[in-house]
């Protein structure tokens, strides 16, 4: 066991080891072919010992390569040519600095130094191919972004097939570089249906209809801070629409050919899903002065409760202890918001949209002092409630989409001069209150929703039936 460490030790140095000969014999080559120049004939002397410290760096990234290769993590074609490219890098620069040392033929050894040149380039196609996938260089080349989105657009988001359309896309873009085909940490792929119900070292990944007992899900809704959460920290994490979409995909049997009409989402997840038809979920940017202020991490014990309960806790940006809160996987009660008031110095995101949030449930909302984005969509809250939000002074965007608000309820808000942005489709307020919102609110966009798109005649296409 303890051997088995120390090789794991020496195998995960790899990626540091390697840099060192890449870098030493692209310079070895360098001087070697400058000395050509009679300016620079004075750097030929230099370039044996560059060859023979490369070579000894490339034996040891070799050593450390293999040692990596063994934990079964990597697919083995890549890993093979990766492996022999670079064995044959070290014995072509240690072939270098013998015939220099035995002075043959200058054009013989700049033949060899282009070959080294060529061979440490396809060595690094290799194993940039095994850290970021075989099409890294090839989109970077057709012009094509690296960093993608997580879900592109959908335009028809009710006829769009769930997983190739929806669950596919956000698993390739971040988990496969991890738990591809290339690629299987702890020996687990999620590139098919088939691969995460079979699992990895932790078994299977993926229950069918059993979202809450899937490792898929459930590392997702891990602490940042945590080990075993994924993605790692360090890498782009999935926005709380996606990580909803899988839960729910998950709970309706993770079926692979059904569309999102056949799945008959329900309202609350009608609204989530409708946000992917311009591109993945993101919040909505917002600028506060709050955000560069430090403060301390939020109870452990606070954010273990709500994970349990199904609510869904992240960070709003990597390394920092804002937190955003969304119930879309689980309803509010009077005990998940006593827990959610903990951590009201953290909070700056809420989503509690189609919940039974009521009016009295919003006295407990105006403890949340640093709340900059409010999302009461759907829920069953009047004017009487919305005047408990009238000292959250930090508030900057404030959703009431589909709920009995008035313009006259509103109206109790306006000491609020940081809210920039108020969402009133399907709301009580009228063409007159509208209006007078606009004098209550003139910092503020009131977006009423219910847009009318124009049909082009580009838009139609005339089918007329053949003669006979």
């Known amino acids: 066991m ?4 120390i090789q794991q030790l020496i195998g995960h140095f790899h990626p540091v080891l390697v840099h060192l000969p890449i870098g030493i014999l692209i310079l070895g080559v360098l001087f070697h072919l400058l000395s050509a120049i009679k300016s620079y004939a004075f750097l030929r002397t230099a370039v044996p010992l560059i060859y023979l410290l490369g070579a000894i760096g490339a034996i040891v990234s070799c050593i450390s390569g293999y040692l990596l290769s063994q934990t079964s993590d990597y697919d083995a074609k890549l890993v093979g040519l990766h492996q022999w490219f670079g064995i044959a890098v070290a014995i ?7 015939l220099m040392k035995y002075r043959v033929k200058e054009p013989l050894l700049r033949l060899l130094s282009v070959t080294l ?3 440490i380039t396809i060595t690094g196609h290799y194993g940039g191919s095994l850290t970021h996938g075989s099409d890294y260089l090839v989109a970077a080349l057709k012009g094509e972004p690296t960093s993608k ?3 592109p657009p959908v335009p028809n988001i009710q006829q769009a097939k769930v997983y190739p359309q929806l669950v596919e896309p956000l698993l390739k873009n971040r988990c496969y570089s991890c738990h591809g085909a290339e690629k299987q940490k702890g020996k687990l792929r999620v590139d098919t249906k088939e691969f995460m119900v079979k699992g990895g070292e932790a078994g299977s990944s993926l229950i069918e209809g059993k979202a809450d007992e899937s490792e898929l899900i459930k590392r997702l ?3 940042l801070d945590n080990e075993d959460h994924m993605p790692p920290k360090e890498k782009a994490q999935l926005t709380q629409e996606e990580i909803a979409l899988l839960k729910w995909w998950v709970n309706q049997g993770a079926d692979i050919h059904k569309t999102v009409t056949e799945l008959k989402p329900k309202p609350e997840m009608s609204a989530i899903l409708a946000v992917f038809q311009s591109g993945s ?4 940017e917002v600028q506060s002065d709050l955000l560069a202020k430090e403060v ?11 994970k349990d309960a199904g609510v869904v806790v992240l960070p709003i940006h990597q390394n920092s202890n804002y937190l955003s809160v969304n119930f879309v996987t689980t309803d509010v009660t009077p005990a998940l918001l006593e827990e959610v008031k903990k951590l009201a110095k953290q909070l700056v995101y809420l989503e509690v949209a189609y919940t039974s949030l009521n009016d009295e449930n919003m006295k407990v909302l105006a403890s949340l002092e640093n709340l900059l984005q409010l999302n009461l969509r759907g829920t069953a809250i009047t004017d009487k409630g919305l005047i408990n939000l009238k000292d959250l002074t930090q508030l900057n965007l404030l959703n009431l989409v589909e709920t009995k608000i ?17 969402y009133l489709y399907k709301t009580s307020v009228d063409r007159n209150g509208l209006a007078a919102l606009k004098k209550q609110f003139p910092q503020a966009s009131l977006d009423t929703g219910g847009y009318y798109v124009p049909t082009l005649a580009s838009d139609t296409m005339m089918v007329s039936m053949p003669a006979r």
Request: glycine content about 10%; hydrophobic content about 50%; overall charge positive.
């Open 296 to 306: 301390d991490a939020a109870d452990a014990g606070t954010l273990e409760k709500l």
């Open 221 to 223: 809704l891990l602490p």
């Open 149 to 151: 989105e997580a879900i």
């Open 281 to 284: 979920a993101k919040n909505k």
């Open 117 to 119: 040149l060529i061979g």
């Open 92 to 98: 072509v620069a240690m072939l270098l600095y013998g």
């Open 2 to 5: 303890q051997l088995l460490t």
């Open 406 to 422: 008035s313009a006259t309820g509103l109206t109790s808000l306006k000491g609020l001069k940081n809210l920039k942005s108020i």
